[in-house]
């Protein structure tokens, strides 16, 4: 694609005229992502170590939370100044409702499909073309949980969804059964 204009594109985010949260929220959300970072690099610490440390499987998780933690503390030094300087924004201006509660929907939809995979574990093993599969609470769980955040994000036609659901679940259940040999959760 060509510019005919040679006018500068610029990148602006995704929410181009959204600006700054209120300092207010992104306190809150550096508190809280500060409290996760330190939380899961202790237990990411206390993990057993076979080997070296280039092999504890505690390594990635501490990496990977260090990294969240210097992020928050970004954030928290970004607010800081910003409340400094005399931003004041209310905490919930221009909240959008319809917004919020496809959020909260989407947390309740992610939150019942753990508690499907922790509470729902069954395991069922069967032979299917000579391949030897098996059917755990991953499937379906995934297969409802999905359709709904797909229904959610997208308004169109429930066997769109559904059928998309379905598939993909299929295919990566498959995936992980015969190539990568990966037990999915929700089996024993």
Not at 47 to 55: A, H, K, R
Not at 87 to 114: E, G, M
Request: glycine content about 6%; hydrophobic content about 55%.
């Amino acid at each position: 694609m060509s510019n005919p204009d040679h006018t500068e594109i610029k990148f602006e985010g995704e929410e181009a005229e959204s600006g700054f949260a209120s300092p207010t929220l992104d306190l809150i959300a550096t508190a809280i992502l500060i409290a996760i970072s330190v939380a899961v690099m202790i237990a990411s610490f206390r993990l057993p170590m076979p080997g070296d440390i280039q092999t504890a499987p505690g390594l990635l998780p501490f990496i990977v939370s260090a990294s969240l933690l210097i992020m928050a503390l970004g954030l928290g030094a970004s607010a800081m100044a910003r409340r400094n300087a005399g931003v004041r924004i209310p905490a919930f201006a221009d909240r959008d409702l319809p917004t919020d509660l496809r959020s909260l929907l989407l947390a309740c939809a992610v939150a019942a499909y753990i508690a499907a995979l922790q509470f729902l574990a069954f395991q069922q093993n069967f032979n299917l073309f000579g391949l030897n599969l098996r059917l755990t609470a991953f499937e379906p769980a995934t297969i409802v949980a999905l359709a709904m955040i797909i229904h959610a994000s997208w308004r169109g036609p429930i066997w769109i969804t559904t059928t998309v659901s379905i598939g993909w679940t299929m295919v990566l259940s498959l995936v992980f059964q015969l190539v990568f040999r990966i037990p999915l959760p929700g089996s024993f």
